[in-house]
Every structure is written in C-alpha cells, then in structure tokens.
C-alpha cells in the first residue's frame, strides 16, 4: 500500500537558517503529494501541494519539488523565523485516501 | 476561521460514558473524515464519507459510531471507550477528487479516565 516517510524530529534550528525537510514515499499509480503544517493547539493546514511530477509547490517562502525519479518531495526554506516552529507532515492522495508521515517538529530558535 | 468547526474542544469522559464529538464544514465540500491524532504515532483515519455515505471504516472498534446526516455535519459517537482512547480526534472535509487538499478542524482533545 501507500506510504510516507518524513524525517525524524525534532529538528532544531537558529532563525535565519535554511531549512529542509526529507520526505519519500512509496505509492502506484500517480499521488498528489502535499505538506502540511500544524501549529500548536491546532489542526492541520495544508501549506503546498504538487500534482504531477516535476510541479513546484511553493507559499509561505516554503517549496517543495515532486520529484518522481526519487520518488520524494523534500521542504525546503531559506531563512526560518521562530513563527515556523511547528509540525510539519508529508502526504500523499491516490485515488481517495490519505496517507500522512509521522510528523516533524521543527524549533525555531532566535 | 478554518471553515471546518469541531466542538467541544476538550472532553473528559469516564470509560462508562457515552459522549459525541461535532464536526460541521462551511466550504461546501462532499467528502468528510474522522483522523485520530496520538502522540509519536502516524495520523489514522478512522472514518470517511462521501456524500454521506461512509466509504471507509479503518478497523476502527465498534465503540466508535459515526453519523453524517449530511454532507456538512459530522458526528463521532463514544461509548465504553478505555484510556488507550485518549487522543486528539481531527474531522477533515474535502472535494472528492484525489487532487483536493483535505481541510481540518482544530481537533476534540479527548481524555478517557
């Protein structure tokens, strides 16, 4: 079946650092893949999404690149600030459901 | 505003209560779903319903009973639960395509005692 897999947290970072998130994923056929983000006390809120490979999700001064060939779709920034601190989950979407990662939790530092 | 609405957002219940957990959407979407949220483990999908009708039940125990009497309203029904029940519950809603981002509530923190 799917699968997601996300680096382990937590991740610790000073502000102004550039940041990158791992994700890869197993799945057939051709997924959306998204990231989300969860702020304390929360839900989730979906921060990008890509549909086909090669797309660039982007919003917030976060990206993220479907890269098919790798089968993954890395969270990258280039300069966090403290409001970044957060949970951040890799997904895929094939055919109906839903498939998260376990989560990172990202500190941010100043 | 996320445009998905859960309540309460804290309950606290005895093992031999029964309780309901809300959810309602303002987005217009057809789809909705039940996530249970623990702590250091993967988000699970419990339950989904398309048009109000459930398409997915994820080997959840019968002492869960979910209830869509229409594709903006949701509800969790708990009964007997145990202490192991203990979590975050997240309701979702979406469109029903694939490429559709699904959109959360901010969750019931659920306490079993």
């Known amino acids: 079946g799917d699968s997601v897999t996300q680096m382990e947290g937590p991740v610790t970072l000073s502000e102004e650092a550039f940041l990158t998130i791992n994700c890869t994923y197993t799945a057939t056929g051709y997924p959306s893949l998204f990231w989300y983000v969860q702020y304390p006390g929360e839900g989730l809120q979906l921060l990008l999404k890509?549909?086909?490979?090669?797309d660039k999700g982007s919003n917030k001064g976060f990206e993220a690149t479907y890269r098919k060939e790798t089968t993954s779709f890395h969270l990258e920034k280039g300069s966090v600030q403290v409001s970044d601190s957060a949970v951040y989950f890799c997904a895929l979407r094939g055919n109906e459901k839903l498939t998260f990662g376990t989560g990172t939790r990202l500190t941010i530092i100043p | 505003e996320t445009g998905v609405t859960q309540t309460p957002r804290h309950l606290v219940m005895g093992m031999t209560n029964k309780k309901s957990l809300k959810c309602e959407q303002h987005l217009g979407h057809n789809a909705m779903y039940w996530y249970k949220q623990s702590a250091k483990k993967p988000l699970e999908l419990m339950f989904v319903?398309?048009?109000?009708?459930?398409?997915e039940n994820n080997s959840v125990p019968s002492r869960f009973s979910p209830e869509c009497p229409n594709s903006s309203h949701l509800f969790l029904h708990l009964h007997t639960l145990q202490p192991e029940d203990s979590a975050l519950y997240l309701c979702?809603?979406?469109?029903?395509?694939?490429?559709?981002?699904?959109?959360f509530g901010n969750g019931t923190r659920l306490t079993v005692t």
């Open positions: 890509a549909t086909k490979a090669d």
């Open positions: 979702a809603s979406s469109q029903a395509d694939f490429n559709s981002p699904l959109h």
């Open positions: 319903y398309n048009f109000k009708e459930q398409t």
